[in-house]
């Protein structure tokens, strides 16, 4: 298996070029590789402090974003603007 | 004098702000703490006008932050100018600074920080009752804490800023977790400073924290 680095390199190459699919399988990957290198909390989410006018939630749990990344749009954008840079 | 620090906590994002600056930055102030479901828009017109400084967290979006259950405290064009002239404002709340907190310079605030996009970070939910406790947060919320108290201890807005970035940056570089990272380097080129920049509150007396035990938070 790849190291988290790597595969997280792959998750921004995938955002960078738009790619849904891609990228959500992608950072899927590297929440295994994450996993298998022992880091990461009991229940990490990823939070924000976004009104209810957003089309997604204010709190994910990191495994449910591939899922939510390739439903919500706006979501996919705020990923890319996080990390697709 | 009262202080607004306004508090929401209703759902694991508000939790945590709010949990951080009630461990860190509750304890040197005078109340006015505007926790819970005292954070409401009619608490904040009450107390407001009589505080220096104004330290909101919330859900926000470009024109407004909000309170406990997303009930509107401040929305662009919506409030007295009496509630911000001459206050140093922190919003800790998503986009408050695209068009809120020019909104808040334009009606007389002395200084606004705040965020141009979302503000984002990686917390662990099984910590919810305990938010201070949590290291993934932490990278994120303590440079929030630092640059609040850097302002309680009489610094400048651009000195209390400067030390939020600086907390991102040193943070980021040591951060193994490459989405943690990401989120500090975002909230970093997101964090915004309007207004004056020389802009200064009373100093607070200095305290060494934490002096007391934690606050008890209700699970969610």
């Known amino acids: 298996m790849a190291s988290s680095k790597e595969e997280w390199q792959r998750y921004q190459e995938a955002l960078r070029q738009g790619d849904k699919a891609a990228a959500a399988t992608a950072f899927q990957r590297y929440l295994e590789a994450k996993k298998a290198e022992g880091k990461g909390g009991s229940r990490p989410t990823l939070v924000n402090l976004g009104t209810k006018a957003k089309d997604y939630p204010n709190a994910i749990p990191l495994e449910d974003i591939p899922a939510v990344m390739q439903e919500k749009p706006e979501f996919f954008d705020l990923l890319r603007r996080i990390a697709g840079k | ?220």
């Not at chain 2, 009589?50 to 406990?68: A, C, L, N, P």
């Not at chain 2, 800790?92 to 970070?121: E, F, H």
């Not at chain 2, 939020?164 to 951060?175: C, D, P, Q, S, V």
């Open chain 2, 1 to 220: 004098m009262p202080t607004v620090l306004a508090l929401p906590d209703f759902d694991l994002s508000t939790r945590c702000a709010s949990g951080w600056l009630l461990r860190w930055i509750l304890p040197r102030l005078e109340p006015a703490h505007l926790f819970g479901i005292l954070d409401r828009r009619f608490a904040f017109q009450f107390f407001a006008p009589q505080s220096d400084i104004i330290i909101m967290t919330g859900h926000g979006g470009v024109d407004v932050i909000t309170g406990q259950n997303e009930a509107v405290i401040l929305a662009v064009g919506k409030y007295d100018p009496r509630e911000v002239r001459g206050k140093v404002f922190k919003l800790l709340s998503c986009q408050c600074g695209v068009a809120l907190g020019p909104d808040l310079i334009k009606n007389g605030a002395s200084s606004v920080a705040a965020y141009v996009d979302d503000y984002v970070w990686v917390t662990d939910a099984d910590l919810a009752s305990t938010p201070w406790a949590d290291k993934m947060a932490a990278t994120s919320l303590m440079p929030v804490i630092d640059g609040i108290n850097a302002l309680l201890d009489g610094k400048t807005a651009k000195e209390a800023f400067t030390l939020e970035l600086e907390g991102y940056t040193r943070n980021a570089e040591i951060e193994e977790d490459e989405l943690i990272k990401s989120c500090l380097e975002f909230n970093k080129r997101n964090a915004i400073l309007l207004g004056n920049e020389g802009a200064t509150i009373r100093a607070r007396p200095k305290i060494t924290l934490p002096f007391a035990p934690p606050p008890i938070l209700i699970p969610l």
